[in-house]
């Protein structure tokens, strides 16, 4: 397979997975980009790569085969649309864009130029997942899901922090906001919306009730969705709440996803997100027809790593492969409908651009 030479467009906290996965998908790492030197140089130094603050330097070397975006999320449609009018491959960090418009505009343009394009939609590479995917037509007939995301985020719901990330200052805007475009709607539920669409199917229509704070904050602490699909309905949770010991893992962090068939049950169980090396995940399955229920466990694996070495694998050959550019757009038409049914107060038809 051919060594792809690769690029990292922004160097915040995520990029260390993005690092760990085209490193280990043995890529060259050939350029290092963001605004703070003091960011980038490290992670240059380390992969023997060059460092530049402007990203339309990369974007101008011939010999970058992909282009790994990791920068917030309201700069994303500028340089992936330059990127793919390069020339470039692309994978991009979740949500694609601050709005389902903006992402559809690149999709478009990464179809319109045979461009390989990547939204970084990675749980849908865990291990648990990923059996869940293979045992689900023996189900049969689905007939209800239920899927929750509940983050231990501190105590929120008594007031606006007086410091820190969660703070919405008078007049400005919290660093959550800054950094990620909303709450645990965007940050946490983004993820479980992709998982929806993989696993069950895109819904056609839903009905939400989002939770922002009436003190001032810009980000909501709970997106609570009933979703109807072809293949049933989707009961369907996303929630920051302060409770330490609550999960399978005991650990605050409670993200279970089961669906319900005819013929048996799945019951998916995923450890904390940015802690893949040390915390693993499990999936249980319920045979109706034998009366059993076997339990899968999974060692502790990064599915950064496992959807980068997709991605890349896929790169080299030139093909899309099973995951469709679509995939960060899906996600962001699921968001805007549930903000506008919650904001509505009622149900709302999910208008599909393709």
Same mark, same amino acid.
């Given at each position: 397979?051919?060594?792809?030479?690769?690029?990292?467009?922004?160097?915040?906290?995520?990029?260390?997975?993005?690092?760990?996965?085209?490193?280990?998908?043995?890529?060259?790492?050939?350029?290092?980009?963001?605004?703070?030197?003091?960011?980038?140089?490290?992670?240059?130094?380390?992969?023997?790569?060059?460092?530049?603050?402007?990203?339309?330097?990369?974007?101008?070397?011939?010999?970058?085969?992909?282009?790994?975006?990791?920068?917030?999320?309201?700069?994303?449609?500028?340089?992936?649309?330059?990127? @793919?009018?390069?020339?470039?491959?692309?994978i991009c960090e979740k949500t694609l864009s601050?709005?389902?418009?903006?992402?559809?505009? @690149?999709?478009?343009?990464?179809?319109?130029?045979?461009?390989?394009?990547?939204?970084?939609?990675?749980?849908?590479?865990?291990?648990?997942?990923?059996?869940?995917?293979?045992?689900?037509?023996?189900? %049969?007939?689905?007939?209800?899901?239920?899927?929750?995301?509940?983050?231990?985020?501190?105590?929120?719901?008594?007031?606006?922090?007086?410091?820190?990330?969660?703070?919405?200052?008078?007049?400005?805007?919290?660093?959550?906001?800054?950094?990620?475009?909303?709450?645990?709607?965007?940050?946490?539920?983004?993820?479980?919306?992709?998982?929806?669409?993989?696993?069950?199917?895109?819904?056609?229509? /839903?009905?939400?009730?989002?939770?922002?704070?009436?003190?001032?904050?810009?980000?909501?602490?709970?997106?609570?969705?009933?979703?109807?699909?072809?293949?049933?309905?989707?009961?369907?949770?996303?929630?920051?709440?302060?409770?330490?010991?609550?999960?399978?893992?005991?650990?605050?962090?409670?993200?279970?996803?089961?669906?319900?068939?005819?013929?048996?049950?799945?019951?998916?169980?995923? %450890?904390?997100?940015?802690?893949?090396?040390?915390?693993?995940?499990?999936?249980?399955?319920?045979?109706?027809?034998?009366?059993?229920?076997?339990?899968?466990?999974?060692?502790?694996? =990064?599915?950064?790593?496992?959807?980068?070495? =997709?991605?890349?694998?896929?790169?080299?050959?030139?093909?899309?492969?099973?995951?469709?550019?679509?995939?960060?757009?899906?996600?962001?038409? /699921?968001?805007?409908?549930?903000?506008?049914?919650?904001?509505?107060?009622?149900?709302?038809?999910? @208008?599909?651009?393709?």
């Amino acid at each position: 397979m051919k060594t792809l030479n690769t690029a990292v467009l922004g160097c915040g906290s995520i990029s260390r997975f993005h690092f760990s996965g085209l490193e280990k998908a043995e890529t060259k790492i050939k350029w290092v980009c963001d605004f703070r030197e003091e960011a980038a140089r490290p992670w240059a130094e380390k992969y023997g790569a060059s460092f530049t603050p402007n990203y339309r330097e990369v974007l101008k070397d011939p010999e970058v085969d992909v282009v790994n975006v990791t920068l917030p999320s309201h700069l994303h449609r500028a340089v992936c649309l330059e990127a @793919i009018a390069a020339g470039k491959a692309v994978i991009c960090e979740k949500t694609l864009s601050d709005n389902p418009a903006d992402s559809w505009e @690149i999709v478009q343009a990464a179809e319109s130029a045979g461009t390989i394009f990547y939204t970084s939609y990675m749980k849908r590479f865990l291990p648990a997942v990923a059996k869940a995917k293979e045992i689900l037509p023996s189900l %049969g007939r689905l007939i209800s899901s239920h899927m929750r995301t509940h983050q231990c985020w501190g105590d929120l719901w008594n007031g606006n922090p007086e410091a820190g990330f969660f703070h919405t200052p008078n007049g400005g805007a919290s660093q959550v906001r800054k950094n990620y475009g909303g709450g645990v709607l965007i940050c946490g539920g983004s993820h479980l919306l992709d998982l929806a669409n993989f696993l069950i199917g895109r819904p056609h229509r /839903l009905y939400a009730h989002v939770h922002t704070p009436p003190d001032g904050r810009d980000y909501d602490l709970l997106a609570a969705v009933m979703m109807e699909t072809a293949h049933g309905i989707i009961h369907w949770e996303a929630l920051a709440h302060p409770l330490n010991r609550i999960g399978f893992l005991r650990d605050g962090w409670d993200e279970t996803i089961q669906i319900t068939g005819v013929n048996g049950r799945l019951e998916i169980f995923s %450890g904390l997100w940015d802690q893949p090396e040390s915390k693993g995940s499990l999936l249980v399955h319920y045979d109706n027809a034998t009366g059993q229920s076997t339990e899968h466990r999974f060692e502790p694996s =990064s599915p950064f790593d496992a959807a980068i070495a =997709s991605f890349v694998k896929n790169i080299a050959t030139g093909e899309q492969g099973d995951q469709s550019k679509a995939t960060g757009y899906e996600v962001d038409e /699921l968001i805007a409908h549930i903000e506008k049914s919650s904001s509505q107060r009622q149900a709302t038809d999910v @208008i599909w651009k393709s």
